[in-house]
């Protein structure tokens, strides 16, 4: 390998890609990282944030590196494209939070609780990196290298972007499920399928790319649509439990007074 590759293309879009990807599925590192350290003082955060993070990466990248050797074993291309086509759908649609993320009342366990949930909550961004880097260690080094600055100090401000443009999300889950296709049609046990037919190759990758998307819009739509009916039932019941008692009271103060005669008889 040559210095040249660094002058190619193809690595600067593929370390571009690493980067957004770390970005989506890490962005939320800054939230774990903040309640994780919420009980410290704040010379200890400074602590728990530079070695939980150095901890969690240094895990992370020995993991990717892993799993790039890994899918180069028959077939686990292929099944590591299909579970990255389910991680970009889930991306879309899973709402789930960090509370069960518990604060440390010391440095150690901070830093244990940050490494312990970026390695669980890892597993994603191994796949998708692995699967962009293709078999070359390299750029996932360089592609971490670049990220770790930016995920520790643009994580909350990733997270505002987001919430204030939906679209990035969108946007995240096209890259990944491409990422997905490009795995699936790389598999070497399907070359024979591909290879000659770059037609049939791309037509899959668009696909999946298009099912993935319109799946997770469609999803959130209904989400959406539940929401809304919730809440318009809302006040609509409140208003009726107020009325209940208003009716009773006023029974109450206005008896029959037919049978108030015949109770005085």
Do not use: C
Not at 157 to 172: A, D, Q, S, T
């Amino acid at each position: 390998m040559t210095l040249w590759i660094f002058f190619s293309v193809e690595f600067w879009a593929a370390v571009a890609a690493i980067v957004f990807i770390d970005l989506v599925l890490s962005g939320d590192n800054a939230v774990v990282i903040a309640m994780a350290a919420r009980n410290l003082k704040a010379e200890q955060q400074k602590k728990v944030i530079f070695w939980g993070m150095f901890g969690a990466i240094a895990i992370r990248a020995a993991a990717t590196i892993f799993m790039v050797k890994l899918l180069a074993l028959p077939w686990l291309l292929l099944i590591g494209g299909l579970l990255l086509a389910w991680i970009s759908y889930k991306l879309l649609v899973d709402d789930s939070g960090h509370d069960d993320i518990k604060a440390g009342n010391s440095v150690a366990s901070a830093i244990g609780t940050i490494i312990l949930a970026d390695a669980t909550m890892g597993l994603d961004n191994v796949i998708a990196v692995a699967g962009v880097a293709h078999e070359s260690w390299l750029l996932v080094i360089f592609g971490l290298v670049i990220s770790i600055p930016i995920i520790i100090w643009g994580s909350t401000l990733f997270i505002k972007l987001i919430n204030r443009y939906p679209v990035i999300i969108y946007i995240g889950s096209g890259i990944l499920a491409y990422t997905a296709g490009k795995m699936i049609t790389d598999e070497r046990r399907l070359a024979h399928l591909f290879e000659d037919n770059p037609v049939l190759k791309y037509g899959l990758i668009l696909l999946i790319i298009i099912v993935v998307l319109a799946l997770g819009r469609w999803k959130n739509s209904r989400k959406e649509q539940k929401s809304s009916a919730e809440d318009n039932e809302a006040p609509a019941g409140a208003a009726m439990a107020k009325e209940i008692p208003v009716a009773e009271t006023a029974a109450g103060s206005n008896p029959n007074p037919v049978q108030e005669q015949a109770d005085k008889s």
